[in-house]
């Protein structure tokens, strides 16, 4: 046995012209051997890494894709609301009254898609008649075609503020016209 020893360590391998003893080219094959597997294992990584991303590429994908119809399908309806075929179409009036022989009258009116709805804000004695003054403005309403949706009489307590009224008009792509 230890003659076999003896004679593995003397063995020897030429290559390119240069001797390596059996030892070293021994050394050389384990390292080699785990170089390759590392690299199996770190390729074997980069795949996983590769079919994780090319996962999460899609999802964007389609998340972006969907922010885009989103999108489209907001500015489209801003469009139409604008030029007035929109649901959301709204247009809203705050008039303010003072009556001689009523008193201060604050009445608020918003419309859209032939559907009104008219607040009126007064004193007792316009809220004393409050259901006959809403059933007339409901039958004006219906004479012209149009459904009032809310009609109501109020007591007016307090001047109704402008941003209670239109609650968007800071939002920045609003404005307010007065008349006098």
Known sequence: ??????????????????????????????????????DAQTTSQWRRER???????????????????????????REEARDGRGDGHKIQFLFKMDLPSVGF??????????????SVYGPDSVTAHSGLIAEDLGQILADHG????????????RPLTLTEVFPGLFEGERGINVKI
């Open 146 to 157: 149009l459904k009032g949706r809310s009609v109501q009489v109020q007591k007016h307590t």
């Open 51 to 77: 079919d994780d991303l090319r996962k999460e590429k899609e999802r964007l994908q389609q998340e972006r894709d969907a922010l885009r119809q989103e999108n489209a399908r907001l500015k489209k309806e």
């Open 105 to 118: 009258l604050e009445m608020t009116l918003g419309a859209g898609k032939e559907q009104v709805d008219v």
């Open 1 to 38: 046995m230890d003659y076999t020893k003896e004679s593995l360590e003397r063995v020897s391998f030429q290559t390119r012209g240069k001797w390596y003893l059996a030892e070293q080219v021994d050394a050389f094959l384990d390292e080699l051997s785990d170089s390759v597997e590392r």
